[in-house]
């Protein structure tokens, strides 16, 4: 694991520092205080006890360009393994940002509540979960968006 501890603060005055995975994709700024483990296939993890916030991050690399469109069918397959509820097109959000693609997924079952986020840069696609058995607050999201605005993907 390579870590540079990089202060800086989100809008919620919690501590930040800048993790690199051992794949070199990208370079996410996580809550000091939360708990970050990556395994062996390069899957991260970060968590929160108190808040019992999960984040789970995964790179991709694609052989083309993708779009919108292309993306949001792969993940609605590759998420629908994960929820009871039925996944569609009409569930998803796409935004315009810094990054080439950027879409988003909203899930609520009776074992969790998910967001999930797909970011695609350079033909890299950083996806990022997050889950917790409570409702998901603003808090939450905001934290996630400040640290997908302030990621880098190589």
Request: charged share 25%.
């Amino acid at each position: 694991m390579f870590s540079i501890s990089v202060l800086g603060q989100n809008e919620n005055n919690k501590t930040m520092t800048s993790f690199v995975p051992k794949s070199k994709a990208y370079d996410i700024y996580y809550p000091k205080t939360f708990v970050l483990n990556e395994d062996n296939e390069g899957i991260v993890t970060i968590t929160d006890s108190a808040s019992e916030l999960n984040i789970t991050i995964s790179s991709y690399g694609f052989d083309q360009e993708t779009t919108d469109e292309k993306l949001i069918q792969q993940l609605t397959e590759f998420v629908k393994n994960y929820h009871t509820k039925e996944i569609t097109r009409e569930n998803w959000n796409s935004y315009k940002t810094k990054f080439d693609i950027l879409v988003e997924l909203k899930v609520s079952d009776e074992k969790a509540n998910w967001v999930w986020w797909g970011v695609v840069n350079k033909k890299q696609l950083v996806l990022i979960s997050i889950n917790k058995k409570t409702p998901i607050s603003s808090e939450d999201t905001n934290l996630l968006q400040f640290m997908i605005n302030n990621m880098v993907i190589n």
